[in-house]
């Protein structure tokens, strides 16, 4: 009589070489770990709990698992079901079971599935541990959330300007050439020698004394009407006079 094979692998599926129906339970990491402490831990042992829900992770025989655990205890109410199945809190299955209230949510909407941000959120609400799926897609929401924002800052503050391109260098971004350009014209500008005083203005006057030279005409009468603007209205300057 020949004996059949049994090949445990990692794909979380039965062998397709298993026998009559029941025999994937003989795989399942707990059939090797019978400790009734580990995987019927109190509620409040919440580290026990986590090393069950671990240990269910790398079982090669978890999906089926699960599916067993959700055709038992289909409809059951909470306080029905007991132990990790399936790498599932008693909660967990409860809430993922459709025939329940908590599985159809409110207005009897399904509830998001394991594997979604919604889901992680949901164990968050409920104090649960999130699944390992469900802390995946919360990570994957947290990398597109940021894209987005570093994507409208780019839009708000408008690339092409001088503070685009500090944006961009804080960010560790790529340097686009309409900021790069921004850059450059407001170096040459901080570095752009300055013009002389022309003559006809309060500079120019101030600019043949500095230099010890006889005041022209049109400086002494722009000096003497900035003078009389600042007795008459406290300023210089011909707009604020005005």
Known sequence: MSTTLFKVTRSHTAPD?????????????????????????EPSDKATIRDAITACLSCPVLLLC????????????????????????????????????????????????????????????????????CRRAHNERNVQVRAEARHRRNITGGCGTTK?????LQ???????????????YEQQLTAPRLP??????SGYQKHRRLGETACAPCRQANADADRRLRNTGTTTERSAA
Request: hydrophobic share 25%; glycine share 14%.
């Open 197 to 202: 005083a022309a003559c006809g203005t309060r």
């Open 17 to 41: 070489t298993l026998g009559p129906a029941g025999d994937w339970r003989t795989l399942g990491t707990c059939s090797s770990t019978p400790d009734d402490d580990l995987w019927f831990a």
């Open 171 to 185: 960010a560790g971004e790529p340097i686009d050439p309409a900021c790069q350009a921004a850059s450059d014209a």
């Open 66 to 133: 699960r599916q067993a655990a959700a055709d038992e205890e289909r409809g059951d109410g909470k306080q029905s079901r007991y132990g990790i199945r399936g790498g599932l809190t008693p909660v967990q299955r409860w809430a993922a079971d459709p025939h329940t209230q908590a599985g159809k949510g409110k207005g009897g909407r399904r509830l998001a599935p394991c594997g979604t941000n919604a889901a992680y959120d949901r164990h968050v609400r409920n104090g649960e541990q999130p699944c390992d799926p």
């Open 164 to 168: 685009a391109y500090y944006r961009h």
